[in-house]
Structure formats: structure tokens, C-alpha cells
């Protein structure tokens, strides 16, 4: 089927908007609140757009769809090769649509540098919607590693009071793991001559090379995830980013390395990938655990959500490394889902930060009696992020699960203990804010949400109640990717 290059619009439009953005002047009131809808605009058009992905994505249908391929450096047989399954479409969708709520929870917050604030943003929508699309090893790496130069401006920048180091962490931390993936993809191009993921993903490699690309992979998308240990960076930079920067981090960023693993690891290293399985689930299982028991133990709301993200992932990983059908469909769910939860949960700590400009839990209580409408919102997350029957965490926890069960009973009894772990840290971060003696004036003074901030969070709050009463709407377009690369693990 032909389409036009709708692929190549989403991914260039913002690159248009920042050529805009940077050719208006910034003198005036006036100009500075064009640039505040015109970016919010751009945003909602390239969501409308991905939409018709989703409208004209067959189901039924194997391989990649929307298919561009054009030569990019004929020298080197390197192409401007992208398009999607239903692995990318939805994490694409996913991108696309926090996008606008970025740019509309930052309306009163930002007003430094905002010309720079917005350009970057589009920057950065760019570049994630180029990495879940990319077909080519080195096209897919320049987007993956670009993700980093508008992230490390956003939290130095516009961050907290740590946010130089917070920045350089992140940045060090996931640049090195990307140079050890820059290698694998070279040796790939030559043990096979060619950098086309679809003919890679197909490739024979021989065993004792699988190993070694193996784990180049394995640390560059461990990082990304991230897993334990190598996960000291989120927590400092979910910390000292601001709001959106926290929501698209944790929204879509970590998801790099769960994408990472489906695209590359486990249908092009198969062997290596069933040989390791065990210590990635071990590992996975700790990070459960471990960061949940470490969530327990702080006062930061941001930082407790940060390391439950570390755990959230934890599943993610155990599900992929599952190698059946319930545990991939789990962890993909699982992303799906954390990519809207997470991000609510970082809104919902913005809408009191921009308020009492504090995250210290001693500071709030009996929130419920000047902010109703608020606590409702924030319970409606917290339960959808324990894993509540009927929300979209339910459904992706309880598929990993089921998945790791049937692979390895040991880990999965473990890792479900994270689930009451998970209820223990997030009931007691919503009791802490929300119930209590409302004593303190200028918690009193607080108003309700505003009219803005309840049109930013009802879509999220549809999007979580329809991901956990009808999850096929989501699972049924992934199932012919995932049925390939459970082939290609098959003994």
C-alpha cells in the first residue's frame, strides 16, 4: 500500500517548529505567548497526525508498514530507511501525545530562556519518534544518542538547584553505553554488510559472536531502562528536571531500553539472549525489590516516584526475558502503561511544587479539604500505579507475571513481592499528602486545580481506565511483531 511520507512528517515537523521558533523574536508578552500556542499547536498536530498510523496500521499484517527508504550515504550503503510495527507504533503514539502536555503543564512555570525551553522540547520529540522508527543500525543510533543533547539542556537549564550534576550524570552514565553499542552495531555491519534492522533481525550470527554483541547491547539499554545497578542516574535527574522534563523522561525515555531489547537483543541475538536470560531476570527481580524497599525510605514525592520507575521497569525486563507470549505482551503493556502513569504522577507532584514550591512530604496534609478535585486525581494514579484491577498497571504487571511464572517460578514469586511493596510506598506518599490535619496557612492557601490543569489530566484519566477495562485495543496491533520475535527464540 502506498502512503505518503506520513512517517517523515512526524518526525521532521518539529525540527520545522524550531526553525520558526528560532527565527521570532522574543521582546514582548505578546510574542513570548505566540510561542507558547504555536509550539502547543505544532505538538497537537503531529498527535493528530500519528493518529492515522494507528487508523491505517493493518493488524493482521506481518513486517513494517509505512515503509520510507531513500539512499542516505550511498559510500557506506547507509539509507534513510524507517517505518513501524506494533511494537513501534504504539511507544511512537506514546511520544506524540505527552508532547502537548509537556508544553501545556509548563504554560506558568517557565519563563526563563522559554524560546530555548520550547525549541528543545520539539528537539526532542524529534528524536524519540526517529528512534522507534529508524529501520537502519546507524540511522537509529543517531537518534537514539540526539535524545541526549535536548535532555541534558532541559535538566541544566531549567532544573533544580543540583542540576549541572544531575545533568553531567545522566549524560556520562548513558553516553557510555552508548559507545559500547556504536561497537556492536559496527561489528554487526561487519559480520553481515549490512545496517537494515529488518535483514538483521532475521541474520544467522555465530554463537560465540552473539555473546559478545550481547552484552555491548545489554549495558547501552540497561542504562536507558534503567536496571539495577546502573540506575543511580533517575533519581537525581527525575529530581532536578523540571515537571515535563520528569514527565517525558519517565514517559518515554526509559522506554528506549525496553525498545532497545525487542528491536535488537533478543530477535538478532537469540542464542546469546536465551544464555543470559537468567541473570537478567535475577537482576530484574533485585531491582523489584530493592528500589522499592529504597522508595519506602524517602521524602522526596519525586524521588520515591523515581525509584518506583526503577521498579516498574524491573517488570518490564522480567516479562521480556520471559520469552513467551504472555510475558513480551506484559512488559510492552507494562511500558504502554508506565509511560501514562509515571508521567500523571510527575504532574501531579508539579501541580503542588508550583504551588509551595517544596517536594519535602513533612510540608503537605488534609490536602482533601481544600483540593478535592485534586485528591481524587491523585488517587486514581496511585492506585493505577499499585496495580488496581480495572486500570492499565493491572494488566501489565499481571501478564509479566503470569509470563515469568511460566519461565521461572523462583523469580516470579519474588518479583510479585513488589507488589506489596509498591502498595506500601504509594499508599503512604498519598496518605502523607493528602489525609491529615490541615495545620499549616500556607498549605491552607492552596487552590484546587485549575481549569487547564484538569484539561491536561482528563485524557490520561480516560487513557488508564480504557488501557485496564479493554486491553485489547492495545495488545491485538502488537501481536504479529511479538509472535516474530518469539520465533526467532524458539529452540
Same mark, same amino acid.
Given at each position: 500500500m502506498? *502512503?505518503? %511520507?506520513l ?6 515537523? %518539529? !525540527? ?7 527565527? *521570532? ?36 499484517q ?8 531513500a ?48 525549541m ?12 522507534? +522508527? ?9 537518534? /537514539?544518542?540526539?535524545?541526549?543533547? %535536548? ?8 532544573g @533544580? ?11 556520562l552514565?548513558?553516553?557510555l ?8 552495531? !559496527? ?17 544467522? #550470527?555465530?554463537?560465540n ?19 539495577? %545497578? +546502573? ?5 537525581? &535527574?527525575h ?11 519517565? @514517559? ?13 537483543s ?10 543470559? &536470560?537468567?541473570?537478567?531476570? &535475577?537482576?530484574? +527481580? ?19 516516584? &523515581? ?25 510492552? /503493556? ?21 504551588r509551595? *514550591? ?6 503537605? @496534609? ?31 504487571? /499481571? ?10 517460578t ?43 490543569? #484538569? ?11 480504557w ?6 485495543? /492495545? ?17
Amino acid at each position: 500500500m502506498n *502512503h505518503w %511520507p506520513l512517517i517523515s512528517f512526524l518526525v521532521f515537523l %518539529p !525540527i520545522l517548529g524550531i526553525v520558526c521558533l528560532a527565527l *521570532h523574536p522574543m521582546k514582548s508578552d505578546c510574542q513570548l505567548r505566540f510561542a507558547k500556542y504555536f509550539t502547543l499547536g505544532l505538538t497537537v498536530v503531529n498527535f493528530a497526525a500519528s493518529l492515522f498510523l494507528l487508523k491505517d496500521f493493518d493488524t493482521a499484517q506481518t513486517g513494517f508498514q509505512f515503509v520510507e527508504n531513500a539512499p542516505w550515504w550511498p559510500s557506506l550503503g547507509l539509507n534513510y530507511h524507517v517505518g513501524i510495527d506494533g511494537i513501534s507504533l504504539w511507544l511512537v503514539l506514546l511520544s506524540t501525545f505527552l508532547m502537548p502536555i509537556c508544553i501545556a503543564c509548563s504554560w506558568d512555570s517557565i519563563q526563563h530562556r522559554l524560546k530555548e525551553y520550547l525549541m528543545a522540547f520539539l528537539l526532542l520529540e524529534t528524536m524519540m519518534i526517529g528512534a522507534f +522508527v529508524s529501520l537502519d543500525t546507524i540511522l537509529f543510533y543517531v537518534f /537514539f544518542e540526539g535524545l541526549l543533547i %535536548p535532555m541534558f539542556i532541559l535538566i541544566g537549564v531549567w532544573g @533544580g538547584p543540583r542540576r549541572v550534576y544531575a545533568s553531567f550524570k545522566f549524560f556520562l552514565y548513558t553516553l557510555l553505553g552508548s559507545v559500547l553499542m556504536l561497537v556492536a552495531l !559496527i561489528a554487526l555491519y561487519l559480520q553481515t554488510k549490512t545496517t537494515d534492522i529488518t535483514v538483521l533481525m532475521n541474520a544467522d #550470527i555465530p554463537g560465540n559472536i552473539q555473546l559478545w554483541l550481547w552484552w555491548a547491547f545489554f549495558i547501552s539499554f540497561a542504562v536507558k531502562m534503567p536496571m539495577w %545497578p +546502573v540506575h543511580t542516574w533517575l533519581p537525581d &535527574a527525575h529530581v532536578e528536571a523540571p515537571t515535563a522534563g520528569s514527565v517525558i523522561l519517565a @514517559g518515554v525515555l526509559l522506554k528506549m531500553g525496553g525498545y532497545g531489547f525487542l528491536r535488537f537483543s533478543l530477535p538478532m541475538l537469540p542464542d546469546a539472549s536465551i544464555q543470559y &536470560a537468567p541473570i537478567v531476570m &535475577a537482576l530484574s +527481580v533485585i531491582a523489584i525489590i530493592y528500589t522499592s524497599l529504597v522508595a519506602l525510605a524517602q521524602t522526596d514525592m519525586k524521588k520515591m516516584i &523515581a525509584y518506583s520507575s526503577v521498579a516498574h521497569m524491573g517488570y518490564v525486563t522480567l516479562g521480556l526475558f520471559s520469552f513467551n507470549q504472555q510475558g513480551i505482551d506484559g512488559a510492552m /503493556f507494562q511500558m504502554l502503561s508506565h509511560g501514562i502513569v509515571s508521567a500523571a504522577l510527575f504532574l501531579c507532584v508539579g501541580v503542588v511544587y508550583d504551588r509551595l *514550591h517544596t517536594r519535602d512530604l513533612g510540608r503537605y @496534609g488534609g490536602l482533601v479539604n481544600n483540593m478535592p478535585r485534586y485528591a481524587v486525581v491523585f488517587m486514581l494514579f496511585t492506585l493505577a500505579s499499585v496495580g488496581l484491577p480495572g486500570t492499565g498497571g493491572f494488566v501489565g504487571e /499481571f501478564l509479566s507475571l503470569l509470563g515469568a511464572f511460566r519461565a521461572n517460578t523462583m523469580y516470579a514469586t519474588l518479583a510479585t513481592s513488589g507488589l506489596i511493596l509498591g502498595a506500601c510506598y504509594m499508599l503512604w506518599l498519598y496518605r502523607k499528602v493528602i489525609f491529615g490535619v490541615l495545620d499549616k496557612d500556607d498549605v491552607k492557601a492552596m487552590t484546587d486545580l485549575s481549569w487547564r490543569e #484538569i484539561l491536561i489530566f482528563v485524557p490520561l484519566v480516560i487513557l488508564v481506565f480504557w488501557m485496564g477495562i479493554y486491553p485489547t485495543t /492495545f495488545l491485538k496491533p502488537m501481536q504479529p511483531a511479538i509472535h516474530q520475535v518469539i520465533a526467532r527464540l524458539a529452540p
